[in-house]
């Protein structure tokens, strides 16, 4: 196997007026990951790095003979992370927005998936009744497409509550620190079992993916602008895992529903 590299070398002066140049030696592509976001991402008990996307971006790399590692980063680092060379790609449930395509270039979209609002069982909550909300706290993993939903649809209602992780948001809603949370639903479905009759939980909104300036047009893999070429070989490594049944086959593995974009 080949083996391509993304290591950045240091600045070379190579003229008057050629400037600095960024050298690149192809042994490794390191990937940008938030851990955990199950069932996207998370760790097995012996430690194992798995999940959807993560086995989807090991296909990927194996498709382009490259050797990839994972770096770990809490979410709302995780731009910054990319900008400052940490990683190659970011490849960790990414929305696609206007906002964020200011800053990084994504990407074709390759899944979407909805999110919910969430309960105790032993609440009684009307999502639908607006005035009942009021002063409530509602918690949203901080930097989500989530948080930004409840911020700007809820923030003068409810009191929002922002946590590092999705399992924090957890804890509080189990301790009754929270009155509800508005959650991507394949993680409320991993970490609650949420819809199911085992769950302390219940959904009380149906599937939510609008409007779409917040919610985007799927989630992309995110690159420094100027990596175009990485993010052409990321595309075409994408469109030939769908085409060869590759990623249906994980997708089948880790949903119960179509997530493919």
């Not at 680092?77 to 940490?86: N, V």
């Not at 105790?120 to 999502?127: F, H, L, Q």
């Not at 219940?202 to 995110?222: C, D, L, N, T, Y």
């Amino acid at each position: 196997m080949r083996h391509i590299s993304l290591i950045l070398a240091a600045g070379l002066v190579v003229g008057l007026f050629t400037g600095v140049a960024q050298a690149r030696d192809d042994d490794t592509i390191r990937l940008g990951v938030d851990v955990p976001y199950e069932p996207f991402m998370f760790r097995t008990p012996d430690g194992e790095l798995t999940g959807f996307e993560i086995e989807l971006g090991n296909a990927v790399c194996d498709y382009l003979e490259a050797d990839c590692t994972w770096v770990e980063q809490d979410w709302d680092g995780i731009i910054p992370g990319l900008l400052a060379r940490k990683y190659d790609a970011i490849m960790s449930s990414m929305a696609i927005t206007e906002e964020r395509a200011q800053q990084v270039l994504f990407s074709e979209p390759y899944y979407t998936t909805p999110s919910a609002w969430i309960t105790a069982n032993d609440r009684e909550i009307d999502i639908e009744d607006r005035d009942s909300l009021e002063g409530m706290a509602v918690g949203v993993q901080r930097a989500t497409l989530q948080d930004n939903y409840v911020s700007e649809l809820y923030g003068d209602i409810v009191e929002i509550r922002r946590y590092t992780s999705a399992d924090d948001v957890v804890t509080d809603l189990r301790a009754g620190r929270l009155d509800l949370t508005f959650m991507d639903y394949p993680v409320a479905e991993s970490t609650i079992a949420i819809d199911t009759a085992g769950s302390d939980f219940k959904r009380i909104s149906g599937f939510i993916k609008e409007p779409q300036h917040i919610f985007g047009q799927g989630v992309g893999v995110a690159f420094r602008q100027r990596d175009r070429e990485l993010a052409e070989r990321f595309n075409e490594a994408l469109a030939a895992l769908k085409e060869n049944g590759t990623y249906d086959a994980l997708m089948e593995k880790y949903f119960n529903y179509d997530i493919k974009l």
